[in-house]
T-cell receptor, first 110, second 114 residues
Framework: RKEVEQDPGPFNVPEGATVAFNCTYS??????FFWYRQDCRKEPKLLMS???SGNEDGRFTAQLNRASQYISLLIRDSKLSDSATYLC???????????FGSGTKLNVKP | DAGVTQSPTHLIKTRGQHVTLRCSPI?????VSWYQQVLGQGPQFIFQ???????GRGNFPDRFSARQFPNYSSELNVNALLLGDSALYLC?????????????FGPGTRLLVL
């Protein structure tokens, strides 16, 4: 079983739509959680950390459910510039070893 | 401020050769991690170094090795290259060993093995 699983998509949505991505993880001892964004042929860049209480950054909201080992990302009012692959990351161990999901591709259409 | 830098940006090798990839972390960061990303997949953890010592190793064969230098820069070495080693190799740096700490990625080295 993979450490982190994501729906690969692609999610094709119109501008202005709300879209949600989900991610599950297998290690209940995981300690920290992130969403990264990766544009085509570029490196991953941190979008936001995910906290147990949930957190919001503008149009982006991240939620963590430790009991179900589930992480979500909600994007409201999608922009063309949101088109990218979104990577779910779960970290565990003394040295915060990162485990990536395979990524969910989002295409925002005009 | 300079981010994570990696060299070279692109590399073409043939099967059986070896390759050395280099990474310089963000100034002040003491931890460097290496990842392999094949097309269509998320990055896979290869190694993590902190204070010049290996702190973690992913499920990669012994053909893969790495080291970290006193200035915290790092090298990833791959021997006896296989076609399947073709990938984007990413280096990430972080301050150290704290939980909840994020990692910052370099632009990567694209390796093509023919």
């Amino acid at each position: 079983r993979k450490e982190v699983e994501q729906d690969p998509g692609p999610f094709n949505v119109p501008e202005g739509a709300t879209v949600a991505f989900n991610c599950t993880y297998s290690n209940s001892a995981s300690q920290s959680f992130f969403w990264y964004r990766q544009d085509c042929r570029k490196e991953p860049k941190l979008l936001m950390s995910v906290y147990s209480s949930g957190n919001e950054d503008g149009r982006f909201t991240a939620q963590l459910n430790r009991a179900s080992q589930y992480i979500s990302l909600l994007i409201r009012d999608s922009k063309l510039s949101d088109s990218a692959t979104y990577l779910c990351v779960v970290a565990s161990g003394n040295f915060n070893k990162f485990y990536f999901g395979s990524g969910t591709k989002l295409n925002v259409k005009p | 401020d300079a981010g994570v830098t990696q060299s070279p940006t692109h590399l073409i090798k043939t099967r059986g050769q070896h390759v050395t990839l280099r990474c310089s972390p963000i100034s002040g960061h003491k931890s460097v991690s290496w990842y392999q990303q094949v097309l269509g997949q998320g990055p896979q953890f290869i190694f993590q170094y902190y204070e010049k010592e290996e702190r973690g190793r992913g499920n990669f064969p012994d053909r893969f090795s790495a080291r970290q230098f006193p200035n915290y820069s790092s090298e990833l070495n791959v021997n006896a290259l296989l076609l399947g080693d073709s990938a984007l190799y990413l280096c990430a740096s972080s301050l150290g060993r704290e939980v909840l700490e994020t990692q910052y990625f370099g632009p990567g080295t694209r390796l093509l093995v023919l």
